[in-house]
């Protein structure tokens, strides 16, 4: 990688040209990936992409004249100092929320470049070209500010909002909680079925673990395959599937790890813990995000549990 300030004015330029053309494109993507759910943030996605396209014009006009037609292949992963964008792929579906922070950021370093390349340029041309850009850059990090806060209508961006919070409980919060709460609970049976019938804390563990990767494989499978989102707007199929596999596993193997402890009541009191802070866990995310009453969430998760958790003992103690 090289240092910015090794560049020549033409490097520069040519930066700039890949620069703009491939934060253009991104917006492009963006706005692509927004349009059938946030159409307000797509089309300001579509006008910032637009002027991007204008900025580069510029720059190849001033390039064309300065130093020709052939462009060398510069780019800002050659240059130390740029960050490193994620792909717009690796954000779908998309988040508002985070596009919205990637566009920001994105515009923010722009601006710097080119203030710090205006700076270094001898040519009264390129400089005041650069300086334009830049408050043009400085305009446009307002806009990606404002597509969270002023440029969207405010019932438009609450609306966007709130579809947004949505989305992200139908494809996110529902699925993990729906695995925490099958890990968390229908392992608790035979985890202390295991334990008390045995006594044998490694048993117990390998019972434990056992359950916890299989109810995880189970639950991921069951999700990954109940729809594929089309109709319920819950997104894609295999992410879902993910989410509620894992959260399973891990709910099931919060309270088997304390089985590795070999004194038997240590661990049993170990893990009778893990288990009060797991149901506390699924109350608060209830009333967090699927606007349960907080007692009710914590009564009826409580009361659930407790059911579960005395099957165990009394089949392990008969």
């Known amino acids: 990688m090289r240092n910015f300030s090794d560049l020549t004015e033409r490097e520069v330029l ?20 927004l349009r059938e759910e946030y159409p307000a943030s797509s089309q300001m996605f ?7 396209g204008e900025h580069r014009r510029l720059l190849l006009d001033l390039y064309r004249m300065k130093f020709g037609e052939h ?69 446009h990090e307002h806009m990606a500010e404002g597509l969270r806060d002023k440029n969207l209508p405010e019932n438009v961006r ?37 334990a008390f019938a045995s006594g044998n804390t490694w048993e117990t563990f390998l019972v434990g673990l056992a359950a916890s990767i299989g109810a995880g494989i189970s639950m991921g499978f069951a999700e990954a395959l109940s729809d594929n989102g089309s109709l319920t707007g819950r997104g894609a199929p295999l992410i879902r599937g993910a989410i509620c596999g894992v959260m399973t596993a891990a709910g099931g193997i919060g309270h088997t790890l304390p089985f590795l402890i070999p004194a038997f009541w240590t661990a049993m009191a170990v893990a009778i813990g ?37 099957t165990g003992i009394l089949i392990g103690s008969s």
């Not at 950021?105 to 710097?112: A, G, N, R, V």
């Not at 009264?124 to 070209?129: A, M, P, Q």
């Not at 919060?173 to 049976?189: F, K, R, W, Y």
């Open 274 to 310: 893990v288990v009060v802070l797991e149901l506390a866990v699924i109350s608060w995310v209830r009333w967090k995000y699927m606007d349960t009453p907080p007692i009710s969430a914590a009564f009826q998760v409580a009361f659930g549990g407790a059911l579960v958790f005395a």
């Open 14 to 33: 040519a930066l700039a040209i890949a620069n703009e053309e491939e934060d253009g494109r991104i917006y492009l993507d963006v706005a692509e990936g």
């Open 71 to 139: 462009i060398p292949l510069i780019r800002r992963q050659d240059i130390r100092g740029f960050i490193q964008h994620n792909p717009v792929w690796q954000i779908y579906p998309m988040n508002l929320e985070a596009v919205r922070k990637m566009a920001e950021s994105m515009e923010e370093e722009t601006q710097i470049f080119y203030r710090r390349a205006a700076q270094r340029s001898t040519d009264v041309s390129v400089r005041k070209l650069l300086g334009d850009l830049a408050d043009a850059e400085v305009r």
């Open 46 to 52: 579509t006008e910032m992409a637009s002027e991007e």
């Open 158 to 194: 609450e609306r966007e909002d709130a579809h947004a919070r949505r989305s992200f409980v139908l494809r996110v919060i529902q699925p993990g909680l729906a695995g925490l709460m099958d890990g968390s609970v229908s392992t608790l049976a035979p985890v202390f079925a295991a």
